[in-house]
């Protein structure tokens, strides 16, 4: 069992450091290599921890006589899943973290009226299969409006999540005009809208 949980963390580490082309769905021929670690059963937390930051080292100091030794491997990952995400947006709320890039799905929980203070934004609350909710802040004066939007849709967003005790905020849904930040997107009914 100790075995499976090993590959099960290394696996979602390793997805949150693989770069994709969002809109194909397809990995990047690159792969990625994970940190070789030692751990026990109950550093599971720092192995996530290390997927929100890549520079920072995770180490483990052995705690008892049963520890698992984990050879480095590299991940290859089918983003075109994004459950994964639910994931690490669950793990962002709970460790209260924010700045987040993911990718996942839900269903439309209620619309609510758009923002119009500053830069205008579509606004609804989406449920994940976890049951947590988050906003969803979708720029429409730089990405087109999902004007067929209902309750009950399903829903795929890939932007920049921020948390919040309601649950966090996803933004960054659209293209950034100077390049400077990773392009959003949500996905409706097969059409992207950025």
């Known amino acids: 069992m100790k075995n499976i949980l090993a590959v099960l963390l290394l696996a979602i580490a390793g997805i949150a450091f693989l770069q994709f082309d969002p809109l194909s769905d397809k990995p990047k021929v690159e792969t990625t290599e994970v940190v070789k670690l030692d751990f026990d059963h109950e550093s599971s937390d720092k192995i996530l921890a290390a997927a929100f930051d890549a520079s920072a080292p995770v180490t483990q ?3 008892s006589s049963e520890v698992i030794q984990v050879k480095t491997i590299s991940v290859k990952a089918n983003r075109s899943d994004p459950a994964a995400s639910i994931s690490q947006i669950e793990y962002a709320f709970k460790k209260k973290k924010s700045d987040i890039q993911v990718r ?3 269903s439309v929980l209620k619309l609510l009226a758009d923002d119009n203070k500053g830069s205008r934004h579509q606004r609804f ?3 994940l299969s976890n ?3 988050l906003l969803i802040a979708h720029n429409i004066d730089l990405a087109p409006k999902i004007t067929s939007l209902k309750q009950g849709d399903r829903i795929e967003f890939y ?3 921020e948390w919040n005790s309601k649950g966090g905020v996803v933004h960054w849904t659209h293209k ?3 390049n400077k930040h990773k392009h959003g997107w949500l996905k409706h009914q ?3 809208y950025q």
Do not use: R
């Open 61 to 63: 100091e052995k705690q």
């Open 104 to 106: 996942a799905y839900g």
């Open 125 to 127: 609350l989406v449920k």
């Open 131 to 133: 049951e947590q909710t």
């Open 159 to 161: 932007g920049e999540y």
């Open 176 to 178: 950034d005009p100077k």
């Open 190 to 192: 097969g059409k992207i």
